[in-house]
């Protein structure tokens, strides 16, 4: 199964998100956690950007 | 017991139907505007059927948030007289946010009852008179529907002051409108088009947008999670359960908002003849598990439960089974008496 690219993006999201929790109590799983947050706006802005650009 | 109290329970279902109905009456008006802006007259005739099929949705979930918010204003949380200096005057957080959230939205939520009230009357009394009445002021009740209730939801836990706080709290409530509240309402339209095919081929194909509404609300939702998250993480096992909850419906999301939209759509407008039993069963598991999983994330806020993990997964499959169940009930039963309309 082909993934398609916001599908990638929203994926490795929640898995980085995943991969922060049992270190939230630290620095590094604070920075994953952030990281998570990071890569779903821009997967949240791709999304937007082929909704309104490429909505054809 | 594990820190259930009906209060909370009680406040969790106000909340509720006070999304939902804002949701409804967003997406009322969008299907309204559309079906004022459609040339093409079978697609009017559906958009405004996704219009009433939306207003439905707005009276039930807003008569239900009235009765609610009423009950407890008038029993648990009774409107402060000197509302004024108790909103001043506020240093606890919650319970004192609670009440000045009931005392501040006295006059949203009675200016809200009126409107709701006066609009039901008028439509009664004049639909005979006026076939079109519903078409020609569709948007502007919708449109005004969802302004009292946006005003009033980031309004229900009110601060006293208008500062950083206060913004995170409303957008931490508002931001339900666009992911539970749609998800309720996108399912109850889903199930308002089961057995209409020709209205099927309307919705669906507006699923990406919803999408869109649904991601913004979680996005709005993650940025008052980093400003909260300045004062430090809880160490709970309710907070890692509940952003173990946020991974799963990031997962499920991407699932739902690209490939079942997909399919969805190119079978509502014939590209597809039908979905395959395999597709059939994705979609009900995705979708009951993406109404769990938003509904599981706003009752956790109202409260602090002292379950262990796996307690919390238990229950939370559970639910999710049960969701199954019903959506296979529903289907079958709404499929039995097929309506072209």
């Given at each position: 199964m082909k993934l398609k690219t916001n599908e990638i993006i929203f994926l490795t999201a929640g898995l980085v998100m995943l991969f922060s929790l049992p270190l939230l109590g630290n620095s590094l799983g604070f920075g994953f956690w952030i990281l998570a947050k990071v890569l779903y706006f821009a997967g949240l802005a791709y999304f937007l950007y082929n909704f309104i650009f490429k909505k054809s | 017991m594990y820190g259930f109290e009906?209060?909370?329970?009680?406040?969790f279902f106000v909340q509720i139907f006070a999304v939902v109905a804002a949701s409804?009456?967003?997406?009322?008006?969008?299907?309204?505007i559309k079906a004022q802006k459609e040339k093409n007259t079978d697609k009017k005739t559906g958009f405004y059927k996704l219009a009433k099929g939306a207003m439905y949705v707005f009276l039930s979930a807003g008569t239900l948030f009235l009765i609610g918010w009423w009950a407890l204003a008038l029993f648990v949380f009774p409107i402060n007289a000197e509302?004024?200096?108790?909103?001043?005057?506020?240093?606890?957080?919650?319970?004192?946010y609670i009440q000045n959230g009931f005392n501040a939205n006295f006059f949203w939520v009675s200016s809200f009852s009126m409107f709701f009230v006066l609009s039901m009357?008028?439509?009664?009394?004049?639909?005979?008179?006026?076939?079109?009445?519903?078409?020609?002021?569709?948007?502007?009740?919708?449109?005004?529907?969802?302004?009292?209730?946006?005003v009033i939801i980031c309004l229900s836990l009110f601060s006293g002051k208008a500062d950083i706080e206060q913004a995170v709290l409303s957008l931490h409530n508002w931001h339900s409108i666009f992911t539970v509240g749609t998800v309720i309402a996108v399912d109850l339209m889903y199930i308002y088009t089961l057995a209409k095919p020709k209205l099927k081929a309307l919705l669906y194909p507006m699923y990406p947008l919803m999408s869109i509404a649904i991601w913004t609300g979680l996005g709005m939702d993650f940025v008052t999670s980093i400003i909260a998250s300045q004062q430090g993480f809880p160490e709970t096992v309710q907070f890692i359960f509940n952003q173990?909850?946020?991974?799963?419906?990031?997962?499920?999301?991407?699932?739902?908002?690209?490939?079942?939209?997909d399919k969805l759509i190119k079978f509502a407008t014939g590209i597809e003849d039908?979905?395959?039993?395999?597709?059939?069963?994705?979609?009900?598991?995705?979708?009951?598990?993406?109404?769990?999983?938003?509904?599981?994330?706003?009752?956790?806020?109202f409260f602090d439960f002292t379950f262990a993990l796996w307690q919390f997964f238990s229950i939370y499959i559970f639910v999710i089974a049960g969701a199954v169940v019903a959506n296979l009930l529903i289907e079958k039963t709404a499929i039995k008496e097929p309506s072209y309309s």
């Open positions: - | 009906l209060i909370p329970f009680l406040r409804a009456s967003l997406w009322g008006a969008v299907f309204a509302a004024h200096e108790g909103v001043v005057h506020a240093t606890e957080y919650p319970a004192s009357l008028i439509y009664l009394i004049k639909k005979r008179r006026s076939p079109n009445l519903f078409r020609d002021h569709a948007p502007a009740f919708f449109i005004t529907g969802f302004l009292l209730l946006s173990m909850v946020v991974v799963i419906i990031i997962l499920n999301g991407a699932m739902l908002s690209v490939r079942i939209n039908s979905i395959s039993r395999k597709w059939t069963a994705i979609i009900q598991v995705s979708g009951s598990v993406s109404i769990v999983s938003w509904i599981t994330i706003t009752f956790l806020d």
